[in-house]
C-alpha cells in the first residue's frame, strides 16, 4: 500500500511589516479536514525544506502510521540570497520586521485560514544556518506564540546569545538543536568562513545553564542538506 500524499498549496498574502507580497507553501495532510485540530510548523527556507529535505513526504509517512499529531507545515521561501540575508541574520536590515511578520501577521492569518491549536506548544519554527538562527530569536522574542525551535546548524553570534539569556521564561520553550563536529570552517554567504560549531556549543551551555529544555546533538558532518535532511527524521518525531 502506498502512502496517502497530503497536499502543498501555493499562497501568496500582502505583508504591511515588510512591505511585500508573502509567497507561502502549505502542506495539509491527505487526512486533512476542518473539524481536526492541527499543530504548526512555520519553516523558514520553506522550498529547501520542501525540495531538499522532503518534509511533505516525512510527514505523510509519519501521519499515515500515527507516529506524529496532526501537522500543518508552512515553508516560506526566500527570494534570493541577499533576501534571505536581510530578512534572517540578527544583523540584517529587514530582520526585526520579519520576526514581527512571523509573530503578528502570519499567525492570526494562518490562525484564521485553518484549524489550529491557538497556543505556543501548538507551533513551532524550523530553520537551517540563517533559518535556524531567525527561528530561535523569533520564539526567544514571542515565546507565547511560539513553542517550539528546531534548530539545524545555526548561524550563532553575541546578539543571539545575549537574547537567549534575557529570556525570563526560558520554560516555555521547547528546542531540538544540531551541529555538525566538521562545521569549523563555514563558508557564509558574504564570502566569510567561520566557525560555527565553537559559538552553537556556546549557545548549548548557556541554554542549560539557562534550564531551557532543549535536545542537542553534534553529527558527524558538515554545514550542508546531506546530513540535514536524514536528521529531520528524528527533529519531526522529537517536537511532535
Known amino acids: 500500500m502506498s502512502t496517502p500524499k497530503g497536499t502543498i498549496n501555493e499562497l501568496s498574502f500582502q505583508s504591511m511589516e515588510l512591505g511585500e507580497e508573502i509567497k507561502l507553501l502549505v502542506y495539509l495532510p491527505a487526512t486533512f479536514s476542518p473539524l481536526y485540530k492541527y499543530s504548526l510548523l512555520i519553516a523558514q527556507d520553506g522550498k529547501d525544506y520542501f525540495q531538499l529535505g522532503r518534509i511533505a513526504r516525512l510527514a505523510d509517512e509519519y501521519l499515515d502510521n500515527r507516529e506524529i499529531e496532526n501537522l500543518i507545515i508552512v515553508g516560506i521561501p526566500y527570494k534570493d540570497v541577499e533576501d534571505r540575508r536581510r530578512k534572517y541574520h540578527p544583523d540584517g536590515e529587514q530582520n526585526a520586521a520579519y520576526i514581527r511578520f512571523l509573530a503578528h501577521e502570519l499567525v492570526p492569518f494562518l490562525d484564521k485560514e485553518y484549524p489550529t491549536y491557538h497556543m505556543g506548544l501548538g507551533r513551532g519554527l524550523i530553520g537551517d544556518s540563517l533559518g535556524a538562527t531567525v527561528s530561535l530569536m523569533t520564539a526567544v522574542k514571542y515565546p507565547n506564540t511560539f513553542g517550539k525551535v528546531i534548530m539545524q546548524s545555526p548561524y550563532v553570534d553575541d546578539k543571539v546569545l545575549k537574547n537567549v539569556e534575557q529570556l525570563s521564561q526560558p520554560q516555555l520553550l521547547n528546542i531540538y538543536h544540531v551541529i555538525g563536529k566538521g562545521e569549523t570552517e563555514v563558508r557564509t554567504t558574504d564570502g566569510k568562513v567561520k566557525d560555527f560549531l565553537s559559538p552553537n556549543r556556546s549557545l548549548h ?34 517536537m511532535y
Open 205 to 238: 551551555e548557556l541554554m542549560e545553564e539557562k534550564n531551557y529544555t532543549c535536545f542537542y546533538e553534534e553529527f558527524d558532518g558538515d554545514h550542508t542538506w546531506k546530513h540535514w535532511q536524514p536528521d529531520l527524521k528524528r527533529a519531526l518525531k522529537y
